[in-house]
């Protein structure tokens, strides 16, 4: 930070420089957001009120933002002279206490210890939310395959999250399933359309993969909607159970808490799998895949196999969820598939680190309890949302907590390839 | 074959206007390689100003004529500014970024934007004013072709001539091919690069305002929400024709306009999306680089 006796010359030239540019873009959005913000009309009664006062809330917004991140910028500036010295690709101070055996096992136990106990904490309603969150994180690391470890672009994975969700409710409704025997049966097939997707897309890379699989999304959600018959459209299935327990009856509360304790295994499971699988043969793949995809090839690696794994076990995590969502909310219909909801996913996997567990853990939490306790600006949570995605990637965009790659760091010295991947 | 007829006019005019909003897709993606995600709120932005402006003047009671025009030149006008705006903030800074940061940072906007509209405005259904009066002349064709369609065919074929014709023989059109190529060596020659990318967003954003305002009041309402929908079937339609190739766009649009106008009229209006997009899907396993578009072959 900058103190009175710092203020030089120079600083006050820069000073002076930003206020001035600070001035400028507040004019500027003052201007954009003239016909929108300002004149509201109402086309049946046929009025025009003009509403000036918002001008002044847009530019003391843009001016105090715009000085913000200037100073921001400015600071991150001459960090970077500072440290040019260093070596470039230093693990942050969290992966450094992650690194260090003792701390590792007693910080996961400490987590583990205020997550199984959080239910009995706070009210039921928080153990809801934090059900929710945990969903998302394994979503997030299912995506996280797909996207994060093989480097392929999916927009559309809502569609197996509305898979293995339509399969509970409809072996439900046609043959009465359990929720226990739908859960691998929601996974499975999900895991199965994730092949046939991938078939057709196996030549496409980048962004055609994105609009294919973005199309794919939409198709599902489309069908779900129109197909009364199959499906019984929009207005959706109702009246699901909720996952039991040797039979035994609960009430709404302990169902809730029960879901709770659920949900909690299966992110262990979610996380100890996955992250066995990045440091397998076939993780190793889809690193070299997402690298280069020739030189993976090169490699004697078999492509075609290794991109349908990737979809297939990514896909198999989102058909889960999707099964216990049906039997969380009880109720399913297409508007819960929406484009939004793939966005979102996409949006923990890239916010909290691409690769990186530990990373998608952060943003799903971060993602999904950030609405949820903003619900008292719940008009404004949206907007703040979008404003976060875009900020968080303008300042960071590597996510909060990068998946470190094993690299060597060559400084004249003794070679300090001490840095694990991942977490 | 007059319903035939209908079907394929009906699907010009859609395709007509899905390109005006494709060609933004498609030029930011020659230039800079990124999926504009907050195009279509660009769009949105653009139908919601023609309506403000338009509606306004009609309270005003200003002739048709004139309303027609201020509105078109604020819709531009004020879209392009968005659009610009959006580029200066969202991608500009990601430039070297990791490839999906600036795609995270669209969709950000476009939820922003969204929103943005949202609780300046409303979330209603607001009815658009008539811009496009019903011509006299077209009496005895009206039962095949609405005055609003030719009105969307005259224009949008006449945009498109202009364009060509910017792209091929001015200079920053000529900038912009060099830097669609290469980057890089058209730093080298002299062009500024990043002005090539601001014109580049404030030409594909003054298209999709005039393709809002067009559809705006053919369709006759409008919604915080039309960006979206439109955005993505204008992408498609962009990824269609092969993304980047501005003759691809077009054709890309004018094919998807058609499959859904027929899709509609034979089959079922339900299925119009599925039809879309499995169209894309089926183009896209035969012909991975879209219609027009260059086999993409990378060598080693």
Known sequence: ?423 | MDYFIELFLSGLTRGSIYALIALGYTMVYGIIGLINFAHGEIYMIGAFTSFIVATTLSIYGFPLAAIVVVAGVAAAIWSSAYGYTVEQIAYKPLRHAPRLAPLISAIGMSILLQNYVLLAQTSDFLPFPKLIPEFAFMEPVAHVIGSSDLVILITTAMIMLALTLLIKFTRIGKAMRATAQDRTMALLVGINVDRVISATFILGSALAAIGGLLIASHIGQINFAIGFIAGIKAFTAAVLGGIGSIPGAVLGSLVLGLTESFATGYVSSDYEDVFAFSLLVLILIFKPSGLLGKADTKKV
């Not at chain 1, 203020?7 to 400028?24: D, E, F, H, Q, Y």
């Not at chain 1, 934090?130 to 480097?151: E, P, R, S």
């Not at chain 1, 996997?349 to 952060?362: E, R």
């Open chain 1, 1 to 423: 930070m900058i103190t009175a006796k710092e203020l030089t010359p120079i600083n006050k030239k820069i000073i002076c420089k930003a206020l001035k540019r600070s001035l400028l873009i507040s004019l500027w959005f003052v201007f954009l957001t003239f016909p929108i913000m300002v004149i509201k009309v109402n086309p049946i009664e046929r009025t025009v009120s003009w509403r000036w006062g918002n001008i002044a809330y847009v530019a003391i917004g843009s001016f105090v933002i715009s000085l913000l991140a200037k100073a921001w910028l400015v600071r991150k500036e001459r960090a970077a002279a500072a440290k040019t010295a260093a070596c470039p690709t230093r693990a942050s101070i969290f992966h450094n206490i992650l690194q260090r055996p003792g701390c590792r096992y007693p910080l996961a136990a400490l987590l583990l210890g205020v997550a199984l106990a959080f239910p009995h904490l706070f009210s039921t309603y928080q153990a809801n939310i934090m059900t929710t969150a945990l969903m998302y994180i394994v979503l997030g690391l299912g995506l996280n395959i797909v996207v994060g470890v093989a480097g392929l672009l999916d927009l559309g994975y809502v569609a197996f999250y509305a898979i293995g969700a339509y399969s509970y409710a409809l072996l439900n409704l046609h043959f009465h399933l359990g929720f226990w025997a739908a859960l691998p049966i929601g996974g499975l097939l999900a895991a199965l359309f994730g092949v046939l997707l991938g078939f057709p897309v196996l030549r496409l890379r980048g962004d055609y993969l994105a609009i294919v699989t973005l199309g794919f999304g939409e198709i599902i959600r489309l069908i779900l909607e129109n197909w009364n018959a199959f499906s019984k459209g929009p207005s959706g299935i109702s009246n699901i159970p909720r996952p039991g327990f040797f039979g035994l009856e609960m009430s709404l509360d302990q169902a809730m808490i029960y879901m709770y304790y659920l949900m909690i295994g299966l992110v262990l499971l979610a996380i100890f799998v996955v992250n066995r699988l990045q440091h397998s043969r076939l993780g190793r793949a889809w690193l070299a895949l997402r690298e280069d995809e020739i030189a993976c090839q090169a490699m004697g690696i078999d492509k075609t196999r290794i991109k349908l794994t990737a979809f297939a076990l990514g896909a198999f995590w989102a058909g889960l969820i999707g099964v216990i969502f049906a039997a969380k909310t009880t109720f399913v219909n297409p508007a819960s598939f929406t484009f939004m909801e793939s966005a979102i996913i996409l949006a923990i996997v890239v916010l909290g680190g691409m690769g990186s567990i530990i990373g998608v853990i952060c943003g799903a939490l971060i993602l999904i309890l950030l609405p949820e306790y903003l619900r008292a600006l719940s008009e404004y949570r949206m907007l703040a949302f979008g404003a976060i995605l875009v900020a968080m990637m303008i300042f960071k965009p590597e996510g909060l907590i990068a998946g470190v790659r094993r690299t060597y760091c060559f400084q004249g010295r003794k070679s300090t390839a001490a840095l694990q991947d991942d977490e």
